[in-house]
């Protein structure tokens, strides 16, 4: 016997100031109540939820995901494991196509392992010294020991007189950083007023984290300057002549916090220096140390690996539609990670969340209409080049890029015939923070939809959509080649202050109950995209 869905019609009239200033009521949205309260049975349930269990297996087991890096690699395997475990489909750790960035591996020649990290004072007291070597910078030749050195000079002229004083030093390049206290919680819940505020046109300037690609976790070049006609002065390549042992660096944030990024991924290991984040509080003792005419030494070992050409890919899984298999839906959030800690908040909390979504459509049994796929990204924090070069791939639609200095750009690539069967993206990348809506991204049309699927969520929190846009992660990579792809708002919780690329993004930093209904949303945002009689609107093109 053929069951009839609980059909309700949400009439709400709640307003959400669009873009054009004009009020947008939510739509007259089939929601299916009867499938949205299984879907919140097996995702909200302590008891059926298995999001922590993946987010401990991620962070604990497998611990910090580089892009290139063995572990990621080993966590990828045990993802795809796990997701033929519940009985999705299609699951792959599929691999980018080669040299869609133009380089070698897509950027990637090698990959890079930090396997042991040993740093201390030794006079005129010991004490230890922690810190993380930046990614494919190069390690010790063993233990090696050499007394610390204030250098603030950055230009050759500044930095000449100490050609030939260098050698087996442990180089600082700048002073002690002040650092402030913590004046305001580092986690916060958005109130009714902060939410009503972002219910309101684009400010003039960028909104949030938006951010050109490519711009989260760069890490301080060398001092190379921008320009034409001869080389710029490296400060680095002095150094590396001069025969110092190794760069120290730190940040004004203290509280024994600090934020880790990478090196050259392309030039010769042989041409870089070991170089060396640690604490403001171990940094600072240091410089006031040497201030005071003190000469301090430190040993250390550092062994960092590189693995030439490594594999580079996106996992990937779905769960097939029914009578429209071929539109699909996609959830998304990148696997990989910076190296400092094990990449609890940035971004096992998206990955993990939306591998639960998947698990969640699956044994909840709600039928979907069109596929739902999910896409768990690499490369994101080098740049978004594992969704971005998916997309180019699978769904095309990409306008030529000026070139240049002259030169020529990218080349244009046509949208294949996915990318019209597209329904919409969503994303997750904003920390543990429990959702309280989605950016539009710019799409005044999805503004009444997605106030009508708000309404199932009301009671947990979800309320809001802003016309905003929001960047620096994978939605950008969809939405950049016309098709619908959208970012969740997320509570502020440590995320900016305290866990984004540092070495405190660990397991304990995860909220189980804002995992929970993070995973409960994204899969029923799929499941309503998915059975949606149209697919989602698309923002008109770019003239």
């Known amino acids: 016997m053929r069951r009839r869905p609980l059909l309700h019609f949400v009439l709400a009239a ?10 947008v009521r939510a739509a007259d949205e089939p929601i299916d109540y009867e499938a949205i309260n299984k879907i919140k049975a097996q995702g909200l349930t302590v008891a059926t939820s298995q999001v922590m269990d993946v987010s ?19 966590a ?22 080669a040299n869609a960035n133009g380089a070698d591996n897509n950027g990637f020649p090698r990959g890079w392992s930090n396997d042991k990290f040993y740093m201390g004072a030794v006079s005129p007291q010991a004490f230890p010294i922690p810190g993380t070597p930046a990614a494919w910078s190069p390690g010790t030749t063993g ?37 402030a206290a913590f004046w305001t919680a580092p986690a916060e819940r958005h109130t009714a007023e902060s939410l009503a505020e972002m219910d309101s046109p684009q400010p003039p300037s960028n909104f949030g984290r938006a951010q050109a690609a490519g711009g989260r976790g760069a890490f301080p070049g060398g001092g190379r300057g921008a320009g034409t006609g001869a080389p710029p002065f490296n400060r680095n390549d002095f150094f590396k002549k001069e025969g110092v042992l190794g760069i120290l660096s730190t940040q004004a944030r203290g509280h024994g916090i600090y934020t880790i990024g990478g090196a050259s991924r392309t030039t010769d290991p042989a041409a870089m220096l070991t170089t060396i984040t640690i604490p403001a509080e171990q940094y600072g003792r240091i410089a006031r140390m040497l201030a005071r005419q003190q000469s301090v030494v430190i040993e250390a070992d550092i062994k960092n690996t590189y693995h030439p050409n490594p594999p580079m890919f996106n996992v990937v899984c779905e769960i097939r539609g ?7 839906v996609m ?38 209409r069109r596929t739902v796929r999910i896409g768990l990204w690499t490369g994101e924090e080098q740049g978004l080049i594992g969704s971005r070069v998916y997309v180019n791939q699978h769904f095309g639609g990409v306008p030529a890029s000026p070139g240049r200095g002259g030169g020529a750009g990218a080349a244009a690539i046509a949208p294949t015939p996915a990318h019209a069967k597209f329904a919409g993206y ?31 969520f009301r009671s947990i929190g979800m309320s809001a959509i802003t016309i905003r846009n929001t960047g ?15 970012q969740f708002i997320q509570d502020e919780i440590e995320y900016g202050s305290m866990t984004h690329h540092t070495n405190l993004d660990s397991y304990e930093r995860l909220q189980p109950e804002d995992m929970r209904r993070n995973a409960t949303i994204a899969a029923a945002f799929a499941y309503l995209a998915a059975n949606r009689e149209e697919k989602l609107p698309r923002k008109p093109a770019a003239r």
Not at 336 to 360: C, F, L, P
């Open 56 to 74: 401990s297996w991620l962070t604990d087991v497998y611990g910090p995901r580089l892009t290139g890096s063995p572990n990621i690699e080993k």
């Open 331 to 368: 959830l998304g959030a990148h696997f990989d990670s910076w190296h400092a800690s094990t990449g609890a908040t940035d971004n096992v909390a998206g990955s993990a969340a939306m591998m639960e979504a998947m698990r969640i459509l699956k044994q909840s049994g709600v039928r979907l």
């Open 426 to 456: 969503f994303n997750i990348d904003n920390g543990t923070g429990q959702i309280r809506g989605v950016y539009l991204q710019g799409n005044d049309a999805v503004a009444p939809i997605f106030r009508a699927w708000i309404e199932p």
């Open 472 to 486: 620096g992660t994978d939605h950008q990579s969809f939405d950049r080649v016309g098709l619908p792809g959208f």
């Open 322 to 328: 029914t009578d429209r298999a071929d539109e699909l």
């Open 143 to 179: 233990l090696v020991s050499g007394e610390a050195m204030l250098v603030t000079g950055a230009t050759a002229d500044e930095l000449q007189p100490l050609a030939g004083k260098l050698r087996g030093k442990w180089i600082m390049t700048a002073n002690a950083p002040d650092v």
């Open 76 to 97: 990828g395997q045990w993802a795809v494991a796990k997701m033929k475990e519940w009985g999705l489909e299609n699951v792959a750790m599929e691999p980018w196509p």
């Open 14 to 23: 709640v307003l959400v100031t669009a873009s054009v200033g004009l009020p």
